[in-house]
């Protein structure tokens, strides 16, 4: 995601599409990243995660991609469900820092 | 796998009270917790770091007077909305991570709070 404020970017698919869901990072010396999904009212779910000396990782349906030269990070989620709507945020551990700092955010509407 | 428990998950107040929300660790320890806030369509913002027997970490502009952070133990930590105004309405929601060193950082379910 790329805007902050009051509007969350939205990304619009189909059921059975698949889905890539960007988001910039900015500091070169974060060395964890987390995508969660976060359902309204509901608390951020984990996804999927990857550590700084990966540049790829795989789960089931989901891979998250990782591109350090232009601080970069990727969700892609294969065959997107209607039950995969929600907004999904990623989040970065800074090295030195216990917390981690979360994107803005992008909305993923499913159309069935 | 790791569960944290946060109550209430929803609070209505009146202006000038404080409402107590707590964090649990059901099946792990955390000596470090971190609490968030976040409003409507936006993104989750670091409020303070809740370090198990000290004083919590508290980002710049938040208030540690207003929002008191108390962690007595490894699997508890309890954020204090003092004299809650109605801007203070927010989705507050809590994370912990494992003492363990496993990277994982668990969240809450949210607190939604409504001052009127």
């Known amino acids: 995601g790329e805007s902050v404020g009051l509007h969350l970017p939205t990304l619009s698919v189909q059921e059975g599409d698949n889905s890539i869901i960007n988001c910039a990072y900015s500091n070169s010396a974060s060395d964890y990243f987390i995508w969660y999904k976060q359902e309204s009212g509901k608390g951020p779910q984990f996804i999927i995660d990857i550590r700084s000396n990966m540049d790829k990782r795989q789960g089931q349906r989901v891979t998250v991609l990782l591109n350090k030269t232009v601080k970069h990070l990727s969700l892609q989620i294969a065959a997107t469900q209607p039950g995969d709507s929600a907004v999904y945020f990623c989040a970065e551990n800074i090295m030195g820092r216990r917390a981690l700092t979360f994107g803005s955010g992008t909305r993923l509407q499913v159309q069935p | 796998g790791a569960v944290v428990s946060q109550h209430p998950s929803r609070v209505i107040c009146k202006s000038g009270t404080s409402v107590k929300i707590e964090c649990r660790s059901l099946?792990?320890?955390?000596?470090?917790m971190f609490w968030y806030r976040q409003f409507p369509k936006q993104s989750l913002m670091l409020m303070a770091t809740s370090n198990e027997g000290s004083k919590a970490t508290y980002e710049q502009g938040v208030e540690k007077d207003k929002f008191l952070i108390n962690h007595a133990s490894l699997t508890l930590s309890t954020l204090t909305v003092t004299s809650a105004h109605p801007e203070d309405s927010s989705f507050y929601i809590c994370s912990a991570r494992n003492i363990s060193g496993f990277d994982g950082y668990t969240f809450g379910s949210g607190t939604r709070l409504t001052v009127v």
């Open positions: 099946d792990f320890q955390a000596t470090t």
